[in-house]
């Protein structure tokens, strides 16, 4: 998976125990670790409704330091304004509270809200190139299978031929096997819908034709069953 930021450098800290039980110390101590070696930005995915003065501190000290830090807003679908939520809610100006939206671009029914929450970012329904997890919808529009867009659990080892048919597609001729804007796309993967691979670039062989096409058949069962 690439990201937008190619020379970025992450720092991981650790402030739950083998359990998954944390303490505001433990994530005070994360603080004051990335403090002390160079971090410029913290990202505090966690959070709960207990007000920490040790945490505060901490946090303040990253302010002074000129060190922005992004906090999840919540996801109990509950206005901040009134259940406080934290880090999120602490009242310094170095932190960034973030809720979660959906598909829609819209606030999901499960992210917290209210005047406190600065932006929502993708956080619901977000597709995956995770080719073969099952129990949410994944795929990269016009690689993955039209059983991975409709539903993850349908998702077999013809998903990934499905995939590496794609792929091999636009190898060869430089675009992808179903193109258009991303509904478009959608709606060709689910049809079955695509150019042959030799009426795109007649230098083909005509096995490999075959082959791809093979991998790109819309029923599973109909594709070979594994790469």
């Not at 505090?44 to 007000?51: L, N, P, Q, R």
């Not at 302010?63 to 509950?78: L, W």
């Not at 997890?133 to 016009?142: D, L, P």
């Amino acid at each position: 998976i690439a990201g937008v930021a190619w020379k970025v450098q992450l720092m991981a800290l650790k402030n739950r125990d083998s359990t998954g039980a944390s303490s505001t110390s433990d994530s005070a101590a994360c603080v004051d670790y990335a403090l002390a070696h160079g971090a410029q930005i913290l990202n505090c995915s966690f959070g709960g409704a207990g007000y920490s003065q040790t945490f505060f501190t901490a946090l303040k000290a990253a302010r002074d330091a000129g060190v922005i830090v992004v906090a999840s807003a919540g996801n109990a679908g509950v206005n901040n304004d009134a259940s406080p939520h934290y880090p999120s809610n602490y009242l310094l100006d170095n932190i960034v509270s973030v809720g979660n939206s959906g598909p829609s671009d819209l606030p999901s029914l499960s992210s917290d809200y209210g005047g406190l929450v600065d932006l929502f970012a993708p956080g619901t329904s977000i597709l995956s190139l995770d080719l073969t997890a099952t129990g949410q919808g994944i795929g990269t529009v016009g690689f993955a299978s039209p059983e991975q867009l409709v539903d993850a659990k349908e998702v077999v080892p013809a998903s990934d031929v499905f995939c590496m048919g794609a792929t091999l597609y636009n190898l060869i001729c430089g675009r992808p096997p179903f193109d258009g804007s991303f509904n478009e796309v959608v709606a060709k993967t689910l049809k079955g819908t695509f150019v042959p691979l030799k009426k795109r670039l007649t230098t083909v062989d005509a096995r490999l034709d075959a082959l791809v096409g093979r991998c790109l058949i819309r029923e599973p069962e109909k594709r070979f069953k594994n790469g």
